[in-house]
């Protein structure tokens, strides 16, 4: 069985993809550390993508499609797939419907107001170490504070600055969520609260995987 995580940026799809993945063996593929690793190791589609990223912009479907559709061909048929990140316009909607994936696939929508994700991203920080993402105290320099679990620096992602994250929201608004009702009208669509403390957030994604 398969999952997409839908939502905004900052709603916790990478948290819960972790969850999902120790639980119950699952694969998460997000899209947006593919895109990470790709630029960071400066490879031709890394050095395409980095300004868009950067710019909190989204990157073409073409390119994301395919690093989705090369990393499924790696799996074993039977490990179900977590998409995190993925997709995230009605073209990528589309690429995944021809994907061995698409059978036996359930959304679950992650729902964060606006207002939440804007606070909840001020205080988001990445290990540059081990690179679990982790929360810090609003008002937290970055770099006084040290990985609870590796000891490396906790820095904040370059694209969540406030600016950027305005630009990730609105990509949000205008590319993904039109996607909601194509996946609502085929009953696929689960709604999860966000807002709940995150095992209770596990426990509402486990409930609906689940019921599949
Ligand atoms: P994320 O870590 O999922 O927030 O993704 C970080 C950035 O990577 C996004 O702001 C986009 O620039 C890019 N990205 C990740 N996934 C996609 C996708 N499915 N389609 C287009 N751009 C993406």
Redesign the pocket.
């Known amino acids: 069985m398969n999952i997409i995580l839908l939502g905004p940026?900052g709603a916790g799809?990478?948290t819960q993809a972790s969850h999902l993945v120790a639980d119950r063996g699952m694969l998460q593929l997000?899209?947006?550390?593919m895109?990470?690793a790709a630029r960071d190791a400066g490879t031709p589609v890394g050095l395409k993508?980095a300004a868009?990223?950067a710019a909190?912009?989204?990157?073409s479907?073409d390119i994301?499609s395919a690093l989705i559709d090369e990393k499924l061909a790696t799996m074993p048929a039977d490990q179900g797939a977590i998409f995190?990140?993925?997709?995230?316009?009605a073209a990528?909607a589309g690429a995944l419907d021809t994907m061995r994936a698409a059978d036996s696939l359930v959304v679950a929508l992650i729902q964060v107001p606006d207002e939440a994700i804007v606070k909840r991203m001020s205080s988001r920080r990445v290990c540059d170490n081990c690179g679990l993402t982790q929360s810090v105290s609003p008002d937290s320099k970055s770099e006084e504070e040290d990985c609870p679990y590796c000891g490396g620096d906790l820095i904040v992602r370059p694209?969540d600055n406030p600016e950027t994250v305005k630009t990730?929201l609105k990509?949000y608004h205008q590319q993904t969520a039109p996607i909601l009702p194509y996946y609502r009208k085929k009953g696929m669509l689960k709604q999860v609260d966000g807002m709940a403390d995150p095992d209770q957030v596990t426990r509402q994604i486990e409930a609906i995987l689940v019921a599949l």
């Not at 909190?56 to 990157?59: F, R, S, T």
């Not at 995190?84 to 316009?89: C, K, L, M, S, V």
Request: proline fraction near 7%; glycine fraction near 14%.
């Open positions: 940026p799809k990478g997000s899209t947006g550390d895109l990470r993508v868009i990223m909190g912009e989204l990157v479907d994301v995190d990140g993925y997709p995230r316009t990528q694209d990730r990509e």
